[in-house]
């Protein structure tokens, strides 16, 4: 707790004067899961209001003009613009609406309904009209115009995971997460996921450049296990009692207690990661355990949180229009006594959920037929030797100036070795995607 305070007013100081604070990286050996997440979100705070002041559109036009940060209320109604989710403009962070132009607002969930000042009829679901500026009527349940940002709901609005009938890699259903606002459904992501071994294959979403500039201070929710996990309290078998308790069974006590340590331990790694979503909305949709895996807590704060911070903001620079692959393969392994490599699972009676030994991330733009494969190694104990026999592709980001952009630390085992494939050498090695072809590096 003192270390978090110390943090916070580190980061008000810093918000006042024109000096730098840590990358959230640098720390990735020092902070733990929820400390490490903290500190993220003060940091991505403070480096998107450094952006809006020297970025945001400040001159007059018609319509409304509304900020991503700033101008929007909570707990958040879903906002529906035509059939799809309102985005902001490009890489703005500003959500532009015409004069008439309207909005549906949803307060999804049991019991839910709208909130706001004027309110003058009870709703769940209503439609929104811009006024000008950050006004906005409401027809039949708002007197007069209010601001948009005092739109409010009763509680958080509720998400949904569902199956689908739709097969991926070895024929597993595939999940869908969203919203569904007046009997429609509105996807955020899905899930390969195989249910057998309670593993997540890949999660793939729409990245784009709206997603540049995301809503900074929303609370995470708990982790939400669905129906997807029966028979299994997933969440205590990632907590580092458990994790010690695994690894001692495989391992014997004495490895254990090098191996997991209050360092190095596993955290529950997001796929899609909640910052990659606009809304408070999308942001506390990603918090269900098949949008996660086992991940080692410095490589998850370290050159995976490098990869989503710097990949987000690259997207939105060059305006590519992605879809992003995110998933995990093999199965890490550590030595035991005997020095035998052992394959590690949070549920080893079973073999289920399994320790990945790959993280990826493979962002394809479809209209430029570009894309490339992200890749880390998940396992700080492997020697030089050994996460070099792992790559399984020449490394198109090393040395490499068109991935200037690209901040992450590929040579660091403790934080994730790390590397970058074509498309296509990635699909010798893991065969998950779904076919698209690919005619250069997306860079």
């Known amino acids: 707790m003192r270390l978090v305070l110390v943090l916070t007013a580190l980061v008000a100081a810093v918000a006042a004067l024109p000096t730098d604070i840590p990358e959230p990286g640098q720390l990735a050996l020092v902070l733990g899961e929820e400390d490490f997440e903290d500190y993220l979100d003060a940091w991505l705070e403070l480096e998107q209001s450094r952006s809006a002041n020297s970025s945001f559109t400040t001159g007059a036009r018609s319509g409304c003009t509304l900020n991503v940060n700033g101008d929007l209320g909570q707990p958040q109604p879903v906002y529906i613009r035509g059939n799809n989710y309102l985005a902001a403009t ?23 309904t709208i909130l706001h000042p004027n309110i003058a009829a009870t709703r769940d679901v209503a439609t929104a009209t811009c006024v000008s500026n950050n006004l906005v009527s409401g027809s039949g349940w708002l007197n007069g115009n209010g601001a948009f940002g005092q739109l409010t709901c009763s509680a958080h609005a509720f998400h949904e995971a569902e199956w689908t009938t739709t097969r991926c890699y070895n024929n597993n259903l595939v999940i869908r997460v969203g919203f569904i606002v007046s009997g429609v459904f509105y996807p955020l992501y899905w899930s390969c996921f195989d249910q057998n071994r309670l593993e997540v294959l890949y999660v793939w979403y729409d990245q784009n450049t709206e997603n540049a500039v995301h809503q900074t201070g929303v609370d995470r929710p708990s982790w939400l296990a669905g129906s997807f996990f029966p028979g299994v309290a997933v969440n205590t078998m990632y907590t580092q009692v458990n994790q010690k308790a695994v690894v001692t069974q495989l391992v014997g006590a004495e490895l254990a207690d090098k191996y997991v340590t209050s360092h190095q331990f596993m955290a529950r790694g997001h796929l899609a990661a909640k910052s990659d979503y606009v809304f408070a909305t999308g942001q506390r949709a990603t918090f269900y355990f098949i949008n996660a895996a086992p991940q080692w807590q410095p490589f998850n704060a370290g050159n995976w949180n490098w990869l989503e911070q710097n990949l987000r903001a690259r997207i939105g620079a060059a305006g590519y229009n992605t879809v992003i692959y995110t998933g995990t393969f093999g199965i890490s392994q550590l030595r035991d006594q005997n020095n035998r490599l052992v394959d590690l699972y949070l549920v080893p009676e079973r073999n289920q959920l399994p320790v990945p030994l790959y993280y990826y991330k493979v962002v394809y733009d479809a209209s430029r037929r570009i894309g490339t494969a992200f890749v880390s190694i998940n396992n700080p104990y492997y020697s030089e030797a050994e996460v070099r026999a792992l790559t399984f592709c020449t490394d198109r980001c090393r040395n490499n100036s068109a991935f200037d952009w690209l901040r992450w630390q590929p040579d660091r085992i403790d934080i994730g070795y790390s590397f970058c494939c074509t498309v296509d050498d990635f699909r010798r090695t893991v065969p998950h995607l779904p076919a698209f072809t690919t005619n250069g590096l997306l860079s």
């Open 90 to 112: 490009g890489n703005t962070g500003q959500i532009r609406l015409n004069t008439g132009e309207q909005v549906t607002i949803a307060c999804t969930g049991s019991g839910r």
